[in-house]
């Protein structure tokens, strides 16, 4: 039983290690696997790896040339962009000259063929006048022949020496007449000249408004496109510091706890730097419209003066022409006044003459017949010539009225016209004036107040000793302070006197103000404040209006200067206002003496 046992127990013992054994062969053979396959799995890890790092470099690299081409498209596509623009400006400043140069060259035509024209109608003009001169002349040439012809006839005929004198008289006032007529003629003719040169004149001067005109929009679109030049000169400019400052930024520091508060500060920095540039170009560009303006606004003030004056200039040279043309007129009809009188004298010597020569020679003629038809004839003509005469005087004083009223209205209009112009004028003077005054006092400028100096004052013990020195020390220091005043008073007056010589002058005058309680020099400031008041020279405005005393105005001129007067009083008055208001503050000054006692020691409030 005991061998079967143990050989049992070796056969199972055997077969244990020959499992074992077994296991440890197969444990081997799958350890191999197992490092054949790690080893197979490194292998393809590393390659892997490889081809991963290949790809990402790949990948980056594309990465990069997708940028630098997108860089590059969009270098190119700002180029062209650029190169478009360019191209559209250059095109734009070559149709701008083409039209410049082609509107330069159909005005110089319209010029010339406006020339042509007036050449042409004066051509005409002139050649109608010839031909109807010519026609005159034809006519009177008829005239005089059958004249001759009639006179020949009739010095063959037995004619009295009464006919012939008759008859001597009817063809000098047939020359007269003549000569009358020519004179017209010539009149009309010159009438006709001057209304087609008037007419050439209005339509130069229109043509001559047009170009201004054009000439006017040249002159906007420039300064359109010289403000756009010059916001796009700011918009480069900010670049530029937006680009200093990036090229000033502080990165190489490297990150650290306030790195996120650098940056801000960085950033602020550049935005409070950018915010500096723009207002320092925009108060720079303000300043530069406001003197602009204020140039423009004196300019126009001096140019409505002076065209006030040359209105003034041109009506007395107007007037005087028509003096001259009435003086001309006034002669010309004296003599023919004298030579109708000399007519009349004749005629009145002839009729006296004809019943001596009827009666001695009544026996001698016997054609009596005929003499009375002529001299009915010439009573005719002479009762014609006296309704014509009348007519002619009726329409000759019916054409005074009118000038009489054409000149009274022209008068009035100019008066007018000047008061408009000098009301223009003095508004534009005191438009400065308010301009200047808001200038200086503004709220954005900071006016500087003098601060008031403290001292340590003593009270006196003995003020008999101490007064003498006291006073003189309030004399010096009122002395001080009045310099003082008369400066700003000096700098102010300047300020408010207008830029124009004629016009009013305002001086303010304003007494120092003394800082003493003593009773001594009270007095003196009370008097001195009493003192206080607006000297206006009225120099000025007394000459202008003794120069305008002649024309109807001059009662609205003075009516115009008191409310100027008033307003500018009312002006001048805001100002001392104003500049009180930082004065209002005064302190009590403590005289006493200069004994060292700790008791009595003060400052001064």
Same mark, same amino acid.
């Given at each position: 039983?005991?061998?079967?046992?143990?050989?049992? #127990?070796?056969?199972?013992?055997?077969?244990?290690?020959?499992?074992?054994?077994?296991?440890? @062969?197969?444990?081997?053979?799958?350890?191999?696997?197992?490092?054949?396959?790690?080893?197979?799995?490194?292998?393809?890890?590393?390659?892997?790896?490889?081809?991963?790092?290949?790809?990402?470099?790949? +990948?980056? =690299?594309?990465?990069?040339?997708? $940028?630098?081409?997108?860089?590059?498209?969009?270098?190119?596509?700002?180029?062209?962009?650029?190169?478009?623009?360019?191209?559209?400006?250059?095109?734009?400043?070559?149709?701008?000259?083409?039209e410049r140069i082609h509107g330069q060259e159909i005005s110089q035509l319209k010029n010339k063929l406006e020339k042509?024209?007036?050449?042409?109608?004066?051509?005409?003009?002139?050649?109608?006048?010839?031909?109807?001169?010519?026609?005159?002349? %034809?006519?009177?040439?008829?005239?005089?022949?059958?004249?001759?012809?009639?006179?020949?006839?009739?010095?063959?005929?037995?004619? =009295?020496?009464?006919?012939?004198?008759? @008859?001597? $008289?009817?063809?000098?006032?047939?020359?007269?007449?003549?000569?009358?007529?020519?004179?017209?003629?010539?009149?009309?003719?010159?009438?006709?000249?001057?209304?087609?040169?008037?007419?050439? #004149?209005?339509?130069?001067?229109?043509?001559?408004?047009?170009?201004?005109?054009?000439?006017?929009?040249?002159?906007?679109?420039?300064?359109?496109? #010289?403000?756009?030049?010059?916001?796009?000169?700011?918009?480069?400019?900010?670049?530029?510091?937006?680009?200093?400052?990036?090229?000033?930024?502080?990165?190489?520091?490297?990150?650290?706890?306030?790195?996120?508060?650098?940056?801000?500060?960085?950033?602020?920095?550049?935005?409070?730097?950018?915010?500096?540039?723009?207002?320092?170009?925009?108060?720079?560009?303000?300043?530069?419209?406001?003197?602009?303006?204020?140039?423009? /606004?004196?300019?126009?003030?001096?140019?409505?003066?002076?065209?006030?004056?040359?209105?003034?200039?041109? @009506?007395?040279?107007?007037?005087?022409?028509? !003096?001259?043309? %009435?003086?001309?007129?006034?002669?010309?009809?004296?003599? +023919?006044?004298?030579?109708?009188?000399?007519?009349?004298?004749?005629?009145?010597?002839?009729?006296?003459?004809?019943?001596?020569?009827?009666?001695?020679?009544?026996?001698?003629?016997?054609?009596?017949?005929?003499?009375?038809?002529?001299?009915?004839?010439?009573?005719?003509?002479?009762?014609?010539?006296?309704?014509?005469?009348?007519?002619?005087?009726?329409?000759?004083?019916?054409?005074?009225?009118?000038?009489?009223?054409?000149?009274?209205?022209?008068?009035?209009?100019?008066?007018?016209?000047?008061?408009?112009?000098?009301?223009?004028?003095?508004?534009?003077?005191?438009?400065?004036?308010?301009?200047?005054?808001?200038?200086?006092?503004?709220?954005?400028?900071?006016?500087?107040?003098?601060?008031?100096?403290?001292?340590?004052?003593?009270?006196?013990?003995?003020?008999?000793?101490?007064?003498?020195?006291?006073?003189?020390?309030?004399?010096?220091?009122?002395?001080?302070?009045?310099?003082?005043?008369?400066?700003?008073?000096?700098?102010?007056?300047?300020?408010?006197?207008? =830029?124009?010589?004629?016009?009013?002058?305002?001086?303010?005058?304003?007494?120092?103000?003394?800082?003493?309680?003593?009773?001594?020099?009270?007095?003196?400031?009370?008097?001195?404040?009493?003192? %206080?008041?607006? +000297?206006?020279?009225?120099?000025?405005?007394?000459?202008?209006?003794?120069?305008?005393?002649?024309?109807?105005?001059?009662?609205? !001129?003075?009516?115009?200067?008191?409310?100027?007067?008033?307003?500018?009083?009312?002006?001048?008055?805001?100002?001392?206002?104003?500049?009180?208001?930082?004065?209002? /503050?005064?302190?009590?000054?403590?005289?006493?003496?200069?004994?060292?006692?700790?008791?009595?020691?003060?400052?001064?409030?």
């Amino acid at each position: 039983m005991e061998a079967e046992a143990v050989s049992n #127990l070796r056969r199972q013992l055997k077969e244990a290690e020959d499992e074992r054994k077994k296991a440890a @062969q197969y444990g081997l053979h799958i350890l191999e696997q197992q490092n054949e396959m790690q080893i197979q799995l490194d292998q393809l890890q590393n390659e892997l790896s490889t081809k991963t790092e290949k790809y990402e470099q790949e +990948k980056y =690299s594309l990465q990069r040339e997708v $940028e630098l081409k997108n860089r590059m498209l969009e270098s190119l596509s700002f180029e062209c962009d650029a190169l478009k623009q360019q191209q559209n400006i250059q095109l734009d400043k070559q149709r701008e000259q083409l039209e410049r140069i082609h509107g330069q060259e159909i005005s110089q035509l319209k010029n010339k063929l406006e020339k042509l024209k007036a050449d042409l109608d004066e051509t005409r003009l002139s050649e109608k006048q010839l031909k109807h001169k010519v026609e005159h002349q %034809k006519a009177i040439i008829t005239a005089k022949s059958e004249e001759l012809h009639m006179m020949s006839e009739r010095v063959h005929e037995t004619m =009295s020496s009464e006919m012939l004198t008759l @008859q001597i $008289e009817l063809t000098e006032l047939e020359s007269v007449k003549a000569s009358v007529e020519e004179k017209m003629n010539e009149l009309q003719y010159s009438k006709e000249q001057l209304e087609l040169a008037n007419s050439n #004149l209005r339509n130069q001067l229109e043509r001559l408004q047009g170009e201004k005109e054009e000439t006017e929009k040249e002159i906007v679109s420039y300064y359109n496109a #010289l403000e756009k030049a010059r916001e796009a000169n700011q918009a480069l400019q900010g670049q530029l510091d937006h680009a200093q400052l990036q090229a000033l930024d502080p990165n190489s520091k490297g990150n650290s706890l306030f790195a996120e508060v650098e940056d801000r500060r960085a950033e602020m920095e550049r935005q409070l730097i950018s915010v500096k540039v723009k207002y320092q170009s925009l108060q720079k560009q303000h300043a530069f419209t406001r003197e602009q303006l204020q140039r423009m /606004k004196l300019q126009m003030a001096t140019l409505l003066q002076m065209k006030g004056s040359q209105a003034e200039l041109e @009506q007395l040279e107007r007037l005087q022409s028509m !003096l001259e043309q %009435k003086n001309g007129e006034v002669e010309e009809l004296l003599m +023919k006044v004298r030579q109708l009188e000399k007519f009349k004298n004749l005629y009145e010597n002839m009729e006296e003459s004809k019943p001596s020569s009827s009666s001695s020679r009544g026996g001698e003629f016997e054609d009596g017949y005929y003499t009375d038809l002529l001299q009915i004839k010439l009573e005719n003509f002479n009762k014609e010539t006296e309704t014509l005469r009348g007519e002619l005087s009726l329409q000759r004083m019916k054409a005074l009225y009118e000038s009489q009223r054409v000149l009274e209205v022209e008068r009035k209009l100019f008066a007018n016209e000047r008061h408009l112009q000098v009301c223009q004028s003095e508004n534009m003077n005191l438009r400065v004036m308010l301009d200047e005054l808001k200038m200086k006092y503004e709220p954005e400028e900071l006016i500087k107040i003098p601060k008031s100096i403290q001292r340590k004052e003593k009270i006196p013990v003995n003020m008999t000793s101490e007064s003498a020195d006291s006073k003189n020390a309030t004399v010096k220091e009122t002395t001080h302070f009045s310099s003082q005043n008369k400066e700003e008073r000096k700098i102010c007056a300047k300020n408010l006197e207008p =830029s124009d010589g004629p016009q009013r002058k305002y001086v303010l005058v304003e007494a120092p103000m003394n800082i003493t309680p003593l009773p001594a020099t009270q007095q003196v400031v009370e008097a001195e404040r009493d003192r %206080k008041r607006v +000297k206006e020279d009225t120099k000025d405005s007394s000459e202008r209006n003794g120069n305008n005393s002649l024309t109807p105005a001059a009662t609205r !001129l003075t009516a115009g200067s008191r409310l100027e007067t008033v307003e500018n009083e009312e002006l001048n008055e805001k100002t001392i206002k104003r500049e009180k208001k930082p004065r209002m /503050k005064t302190y009590n000054a403590l005289y006493v003496s200069s004994n060292p006692t700790p008791e009595t020691q003060c400052p001064q409030q």
